[in-house]
């Protein structure tokens, strides 16, 4: 397949170029100036319009909050207790969420599903390429991040207890306990011993050596300085998930490489965690030089507006480069996917839309989507 004259994304050109693409067995193989068609190989003209990666969203509930079916289809949170390391969205997966197809439709075609936020330590989130029919062959990467909460959704879950304070203890304690339990393991092999496995623990272990990041959610400055330094303290892989009352720490938060999922940003300020919610954090948060990615957190804003999501950050300050950055490299490299998707180059996945216009224009559409190399 041969995909021809397009103004094509490409980040080592800071910008769109005219190139074509070639793709065979779901890969990108070849991207260059021109490319001659081979005998017989299905050739699509994209001239005038604008090619870029599959769009990425590095935090969501699609698949695990139905669209559309209420308490039935809502899996995001198990309220069993604060502290659930042991979940996995994996097993709350339902590929026939009617989110999926309209989201690839839009341009998007990969997502890292995430519990939700009314417990402090929710379970393991995934990264998944959207399409398919079985949770485990949409997995991109199944140990992605232990999805975390600050702040007022675990405060007022009524978990037995009603404070900030009490949230990060519990958070403490499960990371204490996940200690405690390294080291007991660590003896009963030591001494042959037998010793039973925790499954829950066995993540928190997957965080405490780095072999998994936490994704902390985080509205308010305060719940923001408080994950910063329950991963200082703790020494973990961290990225922050919301940021919105970000600007006032943003210098402080330039002194560590946190990155930051901004968003979602179009919602009523609903609660006092998001009164000071502005589409300028994103462009913010970027000139002080902390990685920043866009988040519609489908199902609170639909998925298959990611695209609007970036463009309106790019109206308030953004740079167009980065708002483009923010829903395609940015994710892939924070999600830890940025050796299969992300960008287009030659041996990375054929995940590729074709827009009829910018992007970020109000009239913009796919024309096209490819979702590793099949047209969707």
């Avoid at 690839?104 to 995934?126: E, F, H, I, K, L």
């Avoid at 940021?243 to 990155?259: H, K, M, N, R």
């Avoid at 988040?295 to 109206?315: E, I, K, M, N």
């Amino acid at each position: 397949m041969l995909i021809q004259k397009g103004n094509v994304l490409l980040f080592e050109e800071n910008g769109f170029a005219v190139r074509d693409i070639r793709m065979e067995e779901g890969k990108i193989v070849e991207i260059a100036p021109s490319i001659s068609p081979r005998e017989g190989e299905t050739c699509y003209d994209a001239s005038g319009k604008y090619v870029t990666p599959g769009l990425i969203d590095a935090h969501s509930h699609i698949c695990i909050s139905e669209e559309g079916m209420g308490d039935v289809g809502d899996d995001c949170c198990d309220y069993s207790g604060s502290l659930t390391p042991e979940l996995e969205v994996l097993d709350g997966l339902y590929p026939f969420d009617r989110a999926v197809a309209e989201s690839v439709r839009s341009g998007v075609t990969c997502a890292c599903v995430c519990p939700g936020s009314d417990g402090v330590v929710g379970g393991v989130s995934s990264v998944i390429r959207l399409a398919g029919s079985v949770a485990d062959r949409m997995l991109v990467r199944r140990y992605a991040a232990m999805k975390c909460s600050l702040g007022e959704n675990p405060k007022c879950a009524k978990h037995g207890f009603a404070s900030r304070m009490g949230v990060a203890w519990q958070f403490r304690k499960c990371l204490e306990d996940a200690l405690d339990y390294r080291h007991s393991k660590e003896e009963a092999q030591a001494s042959g011993s037998y010793f039973k496995t925790d499954r829950g623990m066995e993540h928190m272990l997957l965080m405490l050596d780095k072999k998994m990041p936490i994704h902390v959610h985080a509205h308010r400055s305060d719940d923001i300085c408080t994950a910063v330094r329950l991963a200082q303290e703790y020494d973990l892989d961290m990225v922050l998930v919301h940021g919105t009352d970000a600007i006032p720490v943003a210098d402080y938060l330039a002194e560590f490489s946190y990155p930051v999922i901004v968003g979602p940003g179009m919602t009523p300020r609903s609660k006092h965690e998001t009164w000071d919610k502005t589409y300028e954090t994103a462009g913010i948060l970027h000139k002080a030089g902390i990685k920043v990615c866009i988040t519609a957190d489908h199902d609170v804003t639909p998925l298959y507006f990611l695209s609007v999501y970036a463009g309106l950050a790019v109206r308030h300050g953004l740079d167009e480069i980065e708002g483009l950055k923010a829903v395609t490299l940015n994710p892939a490299q924070v999600l830890g996917i940025d050796d299969r998707k992300g960008q287009l180059k030659a041996g990375l996945d054929a995940d590729i839309v074709i827009w009829s216009e910018h992007p970020f224009a109000c009239k913009a559409k796919p024309e096209q989507v490819f979702l590793e190399g099949t047209a969707v």
